[in-house]
């Protein structure tokens, strides 16, 4: 199983004044504690799945990520980016910036922006800090505690076992998902890539729950992927600035498809 490194020490990164970053406010859980958290829980999910070692497949979706990533407050703190070998359609986060797509994800997006939109999606989960709210609406800060000092080993296994497999904290309420859509529009554009492939990527998600029904992840589907999520975010991108110039599609990402078949 593939290895977590941090790129830079994650102390150093606070005294560079990355705590300060306007999504940390509100939360009563500190960014370095919340790193700590997802660096764990990040070594619980590489126990459980099984990544691809294609280090080209995994450089791309890498330096697509990256390019997102730069666009937004936690721009200095690391971030990493994972393909899952599983063929079925899912992509998934945990805290701490650690990103996960599925092989069969990339494998159905037809175009560069829509893989783009799907990182930029869960680049926003953790930009926003949904995990660890939904934390502190659930009132388990204790349990962050726990884990942090090494107290409770078995709930950060089944933390991470529930965010890989769906369950309920992978799952997001409404606004929870709008701010993300909203947000995922805003650094995929930044970035440069085409905003349209959002909107295309949910399409293609819904043609392939119909074409082959329960290739697509339950819960992805559940996100909630329904016709008015489409047309808000359609009316959002209608809004936005032309995208003459913008990343639609590029070889490389096609490149990766077809290693990844």
Excluded at 88 to 117: C, Q
Excluded at 118 to 128: D, F, K, P, T, W
Aim: one cysteine or more; aromatic letters at 6%; charged letters at 20%.
């Amino acid at each position: 199983m593939a290895k977590r490194l941090l790129v830079a020490p994650i102390a150093l990164l606070f005294v560079l004044g990355v705590a300060g970053c306007a999504s940390s406010g509100g939360s009563s859980v500190s960014i370095e504690q919340e790193w700590q958290l997802g660096q764990q829980m990040a070594d619980q999910v590489a126990q459980q799945v099984r990544f691809v070692n294609d280090p080209v497949a995994s450089s791309y979706v890498r330096s697509v990520g990256e390019r997102i990533h730069a666009q937004t407050p936690m721009a200095n703190l690391p971030f990493t980016f994972h393909i899952v070998d599983d063929p079925n359609i899912n992509a998934f986060s945990v805290p701490g910036g650690h990103v996960y797509v599925n092989r069969g994800l990339v494998t159905s997006a037809n175009k560069a922006d829509e893989l783009a939109s799907v990182l930029a999606h869960e680049i926003s989960h953790n930009v926003a800090r949904h995990v660890v709210k939904q934390f502190e609406r659930q009132q388990q800060l204790s349990a962050i505690g726990s884990i942090l000092l090494g107290q409770d080993p078995g709930r950060v296994q089944q933390l991470a076992a529930q965010i890989v497999a769906g369950g309920a904290m992978a799952r997001f309420s409404r606004a929870d998902e709008k701010e993300a859509d909203e947000l995922g529009l805003r650094y995929m554009t930044a970035a440069g890539y085409n905003p349209q492939g959002m909107v295309d990527m949910f399409h293609t998600l819904m043609a392939q729950e119909k074409s082959q029904p329960g290739k697509v992840a339950p819960f992805f589907m559940d996100h909630p992927l329904t016709q008015d999520r489409i047309n808000d975010i359609q009316g959002r991108v209608g809004g936005m600035a032309s995208s003459s110039g913008l990343i639609t599609d590029e070889p490389e990402f096609h490149e990766v498809k077809n290693r990844l078949r």
